[in-house]
T-cell receptor, first 110, second 113 residues
Framework: EDQVTQSPEALRLQEGESSSLNCSYT??????LFWYRQDPGKGPEFLFT???AGEEKEKERLKATLTKKESFLHITAPKPEDSATYLC???????????FGTGTSLTVIP | DTAVSQTPKYLVTQMGNDKSIKCEQN?????MYWYKQDSKKFLKIMFS???????INETVPNRFSPKSPDKAHLNLHINSLELGDSAVYFC????????????FGEGSRLTVL
């Protein structure tokens, strides 16, 4: 069964304390892996797309990487404004189906 | 100017009632979606439309009926609401069916009492 699992469920960091969020997936026919950020009371906002193992994308303090079985979202020297839920999604199969993980809730403490 | 807008933002209603949520996108995208997000933040696709044509209809009770009058609009009507329908419903759009970047609305929080 196609599945996307994110860990940890919740993460609390001190401002400046770098860490990584994990997204592991078991799908057939991966077409792309996506990271989204969701703030409370808002819809998810697109961050990155990764298509193949070894690919990396960066944006400010965030860097996303992809292997054949998982993706990491690395957060370097986070700030309180990075606090949000980070969602991972994969697009797979002939029907271009999206499968979302349940997210990691990140809190960055000043 | 909001790219994907949905109304209303909040709905509170009694079991058995009928309600509708409207969605509009001004991005010129061909594909629109309805997602349901439960209390654990899990986003599950309900429907997708491409150029007004229904493409994906996941296992959703037939009390849920989407309608796309044109490719910029996708509305969701729910009949005979049940307690389990309480959730946040998100509308989203993408450039095409194969495009991976989704643009989401702000969500409509439905509470069924």
């Amino acid at each position: 069964e196609d599945q996307v699992t994110q860990s940890p469920e919740a993460l609390r960091l001190q401002e400046g304390e770098s860490s990584s969020l994990n997204c592991s997936y078991t799908v057939s026919g991966l077409r792309g892996l996506f990271w989204y950020r969701q703030d409370p009371g808002k819809g998810p906002e697109f961050l990155f797309t990764l298509y193949s193992a070894g690919e990396e994308k960066e944006k400010e303090r965030l860097k996303a990487t992809l292997t054949k079985k998982e993706s990491f979202l690395h957060i370097t020297a986070p700030k309180p404004e990075d606090s949000a839920t980070y969602l991972c999604a994969v697009q797979a199969g002939t029907g271009n189906q999206f499968y979302f993980g349940t997210g990691t809730s990140l809190t960055v403490i000043p | 100017d909001t790219a994907v807008s949905q109304t209303p933002k909040y709905l509170v209603t009694q079991m058995g009632n009928d309600k509708s949520i409207k969605c509009e996108q001004n991005l010129g995208h061909d594909t629109m979606y309805w997602y349901k997000q439960d209390s654990k933040k899990f986003l599950k696709i309900m429907f997708s439309y491409n150029n007004k044509e229904l493409i994906i209809n996941e296992t959703v009770p037939n009390r849920f009926s989407p309608k796309s009058p044109d490719k910029a609009h996708l509305n969701l009507h729910i009949n005979s609401l049940e307690l389990g329908d309480s959730a946040v419903y998100f509308c989203a759009s993408s450039f095409s069916l194969s495009a991976g970047e989704l643009f989401f609305g702000e969500g409509s929080r439905l509470t069924v009492l």
